[in-house]
């Protein structure tokens, strides 16, 4: 495979995002709600570290995900309504080249806007705290397995973006990002119904759904309970094994399609 | 045969539709081929499958039956296209990026080595006829523009082919013109042409060969002067002073001569009359003014396959 045109695509596809102003709408908002957090933490006694780290951390994670799932979504649609994908696929490009190009290039742009929310939050926190203690290893690892969540769910959205419309696919991803963060309760609800057929849906909802909350890590990290680095790794390695097979599967439908 | 560089064989395209998947029979069993070095028109009328097929040809869509291939390879081998050339109808490109920061992207995607696209890519706005329009964002670039940088990116990798979907659409009559040339330009540099149009003045201007689509089906093929239709046994022939009697006398055989001032014009059937029929001309006080043998044009040929 041929890297040079991946990177291409990938550089196009990021320097697509940098030149879109809705991601610096984007930051400016979440650097406004972590800084506005400042002032409402002066009308709290104590704790305001806490709060601050909450959310901050919740803050990157929300936007980081509707960053996602909508850049996912329009990612493949946008290149086929603007029909700039004929110019591409025509080229020596194979198509899951091109899918890999995109994805590699969306990621990018999620991750560098992460990085820039992130230093809000420390530049924050490093105001607020003086003397008190900075949890930021944890800060660190929370915001990593984020990047993970951000990577499996972009993954989700370019998957449903293959083969179905805009609004269908931002339901798809959203609703699968939700039960994601749900299957501990949704196979509990499962394990105390009277019926066997809503047993094994719950069952296969929760083996074959990604366990989105095993990369959630912000209520640890807001109560000062430490995170190993091998919770990270194994945690990174799960999302990274699921994103890969659902890349697969978005080029394989993605090779067969016809652009009309 | 053994130069061809694209050869389409049985080529056919269903699409299904609407809510019930109605089907839809685009293409139905085309089969045609272009030889290295021609330029070659694809003509039809609006929905006549002209995209469709080039569709099938670029692996944008894959066909229901047949067999297609360019250079020899099948056409969904990627390095088919390596030395292929395509500009879509009404090309939407990056709006964002400046017209040489879209040349150069595209010329990393045929692997074109950067210095050789720092070389290239000036040239290529030149031949285009876009000097001085490189650095601006190509969402400032008016229809007729678009449509000469989609034809630059085609070019960019120096092709050996090129594929061009209604390359004159949105051009005024100077741009019509200048692309005409560079298509009979870039043949002088060995280049093979395919191109769809339905502006058929053109087409018999520069085209070795033509084939005519209707319907999803190939109703013609070939070398335009080969076209028989195109041949017409029939003569105008035009008097100066003629006597109103003897206009008279001779439109018997050809029916009401058109009359403009002292010239009288008449269309003879058959060009066997003509030496005979100027000497009756001549007899009735007519000078002979001129003796034109009548062409039928491709727009006739073509007419009359759209109406069938």
Redesign the interface.
Known sequence: M?M??IV??AY?TF??SI??KILTGVLLFVALIIISSVATVQLTVGQWMRLTTDVGLGSISLFGVLLAVFLGISLVFKEID???V?????????RSQFLAGKYIGLLLTIVVNAALMLLVLLATLAYVSRQEQNPYLGIFQAWLLMLSEFMLVTAVAVFFSTFSSPVLSAMFSIGIWIIGHLLSDIRFWGEKSMSEAVRIATDVIYYVMPNLELLNVRSRVTYHIPIGWDYVGWTSAYAMAYTLMILVAAAFIFS?R??? | MGNDVISIEHASKTFRTGFLYRKVEAVRDVTFSVEEGDIFGFLGPNGAGKTTTIKMLMGLIFPTGGTLSIFGRPHTDIASRAALGYAPEQPYFYEYLTGSEFLDYYGQLFGVPSAERRRRIPLLFEMVGLRNCADLALRRYSKGMLQRIGIAQALVNDPRLLVLDEPMSGLDPIGRREIRDLILALKKRGKTIFFSTHILPDVEMICDRVAIIVKGELRRLGRIDEFAELESEETEVCFRGLSAEAIGKLSGETGAPVVRGTLAYFSLPSRDRAQSFIGEGQAGGGSLVSLTPRRRSLEDVFMSEARK
């Open positions: 041929n040079g045109k291409a695509i196009n320097r697509e030149r879109d603007r029909k700039t004929y110019t591409i696929v025509s080229k020596p490009v194979r067969r016809d652009f009309k």
